[in-house]
């Protein structure tokens, strides 16, 4: 559905993003997370057609995208731009206008589920949460085989946290919609995601299913002494007095000693993104 080769974007001197290769699974929900600055938004514009990039090839549904946004896809970007001056009926009837595709039906039944923002409110006159429970339903609306999301949840309650993400896995299921959304709530979203894409510094370090990758990883607890066990890669490396602490990548046979489980999706997140802040030249696991 989505594949994306060497793709870079430039803003100035500043690199925002650099070859930048994965392809994201049809029918999925893949999370897009690293910490502030990493790219996310930038990438996510890029897919969008909202940006150009300076370097690279982005395919959506086996078109190319550049500079124009694809029928088939919805971005809620994280401004949510909406008309000020429009009620929220009236910004649905753009929506339906606007749009060759378009399901008012569908998008007042996500309104709806979410906490009903009345029809006759003005868009200026919404709260951040309001109004991004509005710019979701535009986005269901589209009824789109490509959906982004950039960080979809930061500013909702905890009730309409749920709702969305329910909305998107029925959504999902029904539709067979893939998603690609970006959100620093990673123990709100690892429950629905099961692909992962993981920028950091405008570099991929990550991208894979869940499952899998989790499972190409260890966490090895054991003595500080203790030798390290041959793994194709140590990502990071705890030694706090006499325990030590390490993931690995691609860990063969572990030595006695040590204690192995698989991480869980936050800790290996963590430990890929805290280890790029302790190294000059952070891991670039692959594409
Ligand atoms: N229009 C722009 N002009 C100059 N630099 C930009 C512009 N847009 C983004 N950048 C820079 O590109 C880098 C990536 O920004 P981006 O917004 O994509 O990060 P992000 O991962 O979405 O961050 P956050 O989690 O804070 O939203 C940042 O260093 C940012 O300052």
Request: aromatic share 4%.
């Amino acid at each position: 559905m989505l594949s994306v080769r060497g793709l870079g974007r430039r803003f100035g001197s500043k690199r925002a993003l650099r070859d930048c290769s994965f392809t994201l699974p049809e029918g999925r929900v893949s999370a897009l997370v690293g910490p502030n600055g990493a790219g996310k938004s930038t990438l996510l514009s890029l897919v969008a057609g909202l940006l150009l990039p300076s370097e690279g090839t982005i395919t959506v549904a086996d078109a190319p995208v550049r500079g124009r946004m694809h029928p088939d896809v919805a971005f809620l970007a994280q401004s949510r731009p909406l008309y000020g001056d429009f009620t929220v009926a009236e910004t649905l009837r753009a929506g339906a206008k606007l749009n060759d595709r378009w399901s008012d039906e569908y998008a007042r039944q996500t309104l709806n589920l979410l906490s009903g923002v009345a029809l006759d409110r003005r868009i200026r006159q919404l709260s951040a949460g309001e109004r991004t429970q509005v710019a979701l339903a535009v986005a269901f609306g589209r009824l789109p085989k490509l959906l982004l999301l950039d960080e979809p949840l930061s500013d909702l309650d905890p009730l309409a946290r749920d709702e969305t993400l329910r909305i998107l896995m029925a959504d999902v299921a029904e539709r067979g919609t893939t998603v690609l959304v970006s959100s620093h709530l990673l123990t709100d979203l690892s429950p629905v995601c099961d692909h992962l894409v993981l920028l950091d510094r405008g570099e991929l370090r990550l991208a894979g299913d869940v499952e899998d990758t989790l499972h190409e990883h260890r966490l090895l607890v054991g003595p500080a002494g203790a030798a390290a066990p041959a793994a194709e890669q140590v990502i990071e490396a705890n030694r706090t007095g006499r325990q030590a602490m390490l993931l690995v990548r691609g860990a063969g046979t572990v030595p006695a000693e040590w204690e192995a489980t698989v991480p869980e999706l936050e800790q290996l997140v963590l430990a890929y993104l805290r280890a790029s802040r302790t190294s000059a030249r952070p891991p670039v696991v692959r594409g």
